[in-house]
């Protein structure tokens, strides 16, 4: 499954929650809380100066 930059974080979590790892990885360590499972994976990037192409590409990458 592909996703993309107005994923929210509550799906990508819902739908791949070993994608999880990644976003700790880059720094989003509040993936518990809940503002942040209606925040879109973009929106997320701005709060946490993280690249989100760079980002988007790590999440769908294919293992």
Do not use: W, Y
């Not at 499954?1 to 360590?29: N, Y």
Request: charged share 40%; with cysteine.
């Amino acid at each position: 499954m592909k996703f993309d930059k107005d994923t929210r974080i509550g799906e990508l979590l819902e739908k791949a929650p070993e994608k999880a790892e990644i976003l700790l990885e880059a720094g989003m360590h509040c993936l518990g809380c809940p503002a942040s499972q209606a925040e879109t994976l973009e929106e997320a990037c701005e709060v946490h100066g993280i690249d989100v192409e760079e980002l988007m590409e790590k999440i769908n990458e294919e293992k």
